[in-house]
């Protein structure tokens, strides 16, 4: 039997070139992640991917120690076509740390993937679409840095773009929102997410008002706890309410659906722990007719291809994905040849395993390593 036999673990550090204001966690210049890899005893190589955010899931360095220390013993020696069993092994051995959880995942489905010649997105049951639709973050406190790149990126197909709203005035987000529809009148799709900047108390004259903009979802607009406040605005509101830091897994979304508290969903692998545990939330979601969007944190090439085939394999993903961050806000990824976008899309890569290659070469000449193991 195929066993795993060889764990590698790099805390790395990539340096960005734009900076990033979202409200809670600024980040500017670098940004730090966990990249694993596993050999299998007839020696194919996988490659995973933990990118957590400090003030969201976690912390690059709990996620390199809790693979390192606690996941090793487990991974090491499990069988390949075992993916399932090795993932609740790894829920037994440790609570939380679902990035770390997700890396290992994720390099088993790689491995697994070219042992047998088939993508990821065939082992979760084969693609329902080859492309998805980009979404770019206005989040820089320059904006108009952001106009700039907007009206490079318009011509050039990317038309969906999320405005980060609720970090400068509300005076200075209507006039952003104003000159963006100046702009670009109806050939754009307007989102808006307040990454829980906003109190319920008086939020929906704020809501209200950038509502005239047409947005297609408001994302987040109150604290993740605040899910009664979520429920009225959902009510009050033509525009639908997207939960991000209110719903991380399927108990999350089961709440949100008892209380009527969202339209939609954000889901990031990095907040579900797992690919498996992803398509659970959007079995859940499915159900309850709620579309789900594909969320990143300051991920790199390797969890966004794992994102990408996850939701080339989940119909209910449907209103897009951001994972701009290789293409716009990364100089460089430790990727050999990046995912490519189209159009403003992201195109699903042919291939087996996640359909990307990693080289020692690459990791080394692209990202400062921290620490390996
Ligand atoms: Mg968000």
Request: charged share 20%.
């Amino acid at each position: 039997m195929e066993t795993i036999s060889n764990l590698r673990l790099f805390l790395i550090e990539s340096p960005i070139k734009m900076a990033r204001q979202q409200g809670v966690g600024h980040v500017k210049g670098t940004v730090k992640r966990v990249l694993v890899e596993l050999t299998s005893s007839s020696g194919i190589v996988g490659w995973g991917e933990a990118a957590p955010w400090e003030v969201f899931t976690g912390t690059a360095e709990a996620a390199f120690a809790a693979i390192d220390v606690y996941l090793r013993p487990v991974v090491i020696g499990a069988p390949v076509n075992r993916i399932r069993l090795l993932t609740q092994q790894m829920k037994k051995t440790l609570v939380g740390h679902g990035e770390a959880r997700l890396a290992i995942e994720t390099a088993m489905f790689d491995i697994l993937g070219k042992s047998c010649g088939l993508s990821v997105a065939d082992l979760l049951g084969g693609r329902v679409r080859d492309t998805i639709p980009l979404s770019f973050s206005i989040a820089d406190p320059d904006f108009e840095a952001d106009m700039r790149r907007m009206t490079e990126m318009v011509p050039n197909g990317n038309t969906i773009f999320k405005v980060k709203t609720g970090v400068k005035s509300h005076r200075d987000d209507m006039k952003h929102l104003e000159a963006m529809r100046m702009a670009f009148g109806d050939t754009i799709d307007l989102r808006i997410d307040y990454n829980q900047a906003l109190q319920p108390f008086n939020a929906i004259s704020t809501l209200r008002d950038v509502d005239q903009f047409r947005p297609t979802f408001i994302e987040q607009p109150v604290p993740k706890d605040c899910l009664t406040a979520m429920a009225s605005f959902a009510s009050d509101l033509d525009t639908p309410i997207l939960a991000d830091e209110s719903c991380f897994d399927a108990r999350d979304l089961m709440e949100i659906i008892r209380l009527r508290a969202a339209d939609a969903i954000s889901v990031k692998l990095m907040k579900a722990g797992g690919i498996l545990d992803a398509q659970a939330l959007m079995a859940v979601a499915d159900t309850a007719r709620m579309p789900g969007y594909g969320g990143t944190l300051w991920e790199g090439g390797v969890a966004l291809a794992a994102g990408t085939q996850f939701i080339a394999a989940t119909p209910g993903m449907s209103l897009g994905c951001e994972f701009y961050m290789p293409h716009h806000v990364l100089t460089e990824d430790v990727l050999e040849e990046k995912i490519r976008n189209v159009n403003g899309e992201v195109v699903v890569p042919d291939g087996p395993g996640l359909g990307i290659t990693v080289s020692e070469a690459s990791l080394k000449s692209n990202a400062r390593i921290l620490a390996q193991s």
